[in-house]
């Protein structure tokens, strides 16, 4: 496997590993005990896959938050409400990264454009 399929490979089992996770957050009836054996499933399948060398930001952001979900799992915080919102927080601040560079048309450009002729 040459180094091109090894980080793609890489990267979309970092996204598979987020979206089990956010489903599990933004679940209505949030249970902890059930979203840290949802995290533990999801972290085995993600340690089959050999890490490699990332380079972009929305990248080095989602190796965090993986990285941050094995650190609050591990701790087993007293105050689960506490690290229900940090996770949900972070990871709705790795989705606007994920969509910060998207492009949006202006519709109406010639409207806001007045050169005095």
């Known amino acids: 496997m040459n180094d091109k399929e090894a980080r793609v490979k890489y990267i979309r089992a970092l996204e598979r590993f987020l979206s089990s996770c956010v489903s599990a957050l933004k679940n209505e009836q949030f249970d902890y005990d059930l979203f840290v054996k949802r995290a533990q499933k999801s972290?085995?399948?993600?340690?089959?896959?050999?890490?490699v060398r990332l380079d972009s930001t929305y990248t080095h952001t989602l190796e965090a938050y993986a990285n941050?979900?094995?650190s609050t799992i591990e701790t087993q915080n007293a105050?689960?409400?506490a690290a229900h919102k940090r996770l949900l927080k972070e990871?709705?601040?790795?989705?606007?990264?994920?969509?910060r560079g998207s492009y949006k048309k202006e519709k109406h450009k010639t409207r806001g454009f007045d050169d005095g002729y």
Do not use: P, S
């Not at 972290?43 to 890490?51: F, G, I, S």
């Not at 990871?91 to 969509?99: D, G, I, Q, R, V």
């Open 68 to 70: 941050l979900v094995v």
């Open 79 to 81: 105050d689960k409400d």
């Open 91 to 99: 990871a709705n601040l790795l989705e606007k990264e994920k969509y």
């Open 43 to 51: 972290l085995k399948t993600l340690h089959k896959v050999q890490a």
